[in-house]
Each structure stands twice: as structure tokens, then as C-alpha cells.
């Protein structure tokens, strides 16, 4: 079951609602000094998701690192960056009142009101993209980007969605020289 909310995950990225971003980094971390990176053996197999959806987020890293001067090395990088996916189910209730205060035949009196309410389920999903000093084995940037899951999505969809989230999660990572 926990694998099915993992795939949901990737599947909500190209959901309608917008992804909620947030970061953190080590403000004492020289990230002028960062040039290369490779990503930690979790990541590079992610067993949560199938190869298609971790190719493509692997992709959008790939990317988004290279628009910050980073080059791939698999031999000596100055960083690892790891993913890391989490899901939560939550629900919402709205509750509708019908009738109530009315009259009735003769005079005023209270009627039978009822009260409808509905249930909403929904799973959110977090990828969580971290780099890792491979010196100090210490993580200096952090993003994170929530979305509600949506698993009804074409493939196309999907991918654009992917790269949208995972700009989105690199927006605020701190300026470095190239």
C-alpha cells in the first residue's frame, strides 16, 4: 500500500493545484566552491517509484543543476544530492445545513433542519531534494516541494509537471559563481 502512495505522488505533480515550496540551507556553506555532483545510491534507485517517474525527476535535477554551473561526476563530486519522497493521506469535511427555523401551518415553529456532510480523501506528496557536502557528509541545501496527488494524468503531463515542481524547489537556492 505504501508503494501505491509513492506512485501517487509522482502522479500529482501534474495535478491542477500549485506546488507549495520551501528550503533551507547552511548560510556558513561556500557554495562558490561547488562544482560537480552525483547522486546517493538511494537515489539512484528510489525503490518507492517506478524507473519511468525516477527518470524523470532525475532529468529535472540534471537540469536544474546544470542552469547553476554543476557538472555530473560520478568519481569525485563536491555534493550528493539525495531524494527522498513522503506521502500523508488527509481528509477535509464540509458540513451543508438544510431547513430549520420556518413556519409551519398555523404560527411559527421550528422545522426538522438536516446537516449534510462531506468527506474529502486526498494524499499529499513531499519530494524532498537534499545536497550533501561530500566532504563533511553535512547537508548545506534542502528544497521541498507539496502537492496535493492526482493519478489520473497523461505522461506528457506528467514530465512537464515533474520539471515544473522541481524549478519550483530550486528557485531559492542561493546564488553561487560560475
Not at 547552511?26 to 518507492?48: I, R
Request: proline share 2%.
Amino acid at each position: 500500500m505504501k508503494v501505491f502512495y509513492y506512485a501517487l505522488f509522482l502522479f500529482a505533480i501534474a495535478a491542477c493545484s500549485s506546488v507549495t515550496t520551501s528550503f533551507d540551507y547552511d548560510k556558513s556553506a561556500d557554495f562558490s566552491k561547488y562544482k560537480t555532483y552525483a547522486y546517493t545510491e538511494h537515489t539512484q534507485k528510489l525503490p518507492e517509484i517506478n524507473s519511468l517517474d525516477r527518470d524523470r525527476i532525475l532529468g529535472a535535477i540534471d537540469a536544474e543543476m546544470a542552469k547553476r554551473g554543476y557538472t555530473k561526476s560520478d568519481s569525485s563530486p563536491d555534493v550528493l544530492a539525495d531524494v527522498f519522497i513522503k506521502t500523508e493521506e488527509e481528509m477535509t469535511a464540509t458540513a451543508t445545513n438544510t431547513g430549520g427555523y420556518g413556519r409551519w401551518g398555523y404560527g411559527y415553529g421550528w422545522g426538522g433542519g438536516t446537516t449534510y456532510v462531506d468527506y474529502n480523501k486526498y494524499t499529499k506528496g513531499t519530494l524532498f531534494i537534499s545536497l550533501v557536502d561530500r566532504g563533511t557528509e553535512k547537508i548545506v541545501w534542502q528544497g521541498r516541494g507539496t502537492k496535493t496527488l492526482n493519478e489520473n494524468v497523461k505522461p506528457e503531463k506528467k514530465e512537464a509537471n515533474i520539471k515544473s515542481a522541481v524549478t519550483a524547489i530550486f528557485m531559492k537556492y542561493p546564488k553561487t559563481a560560475k
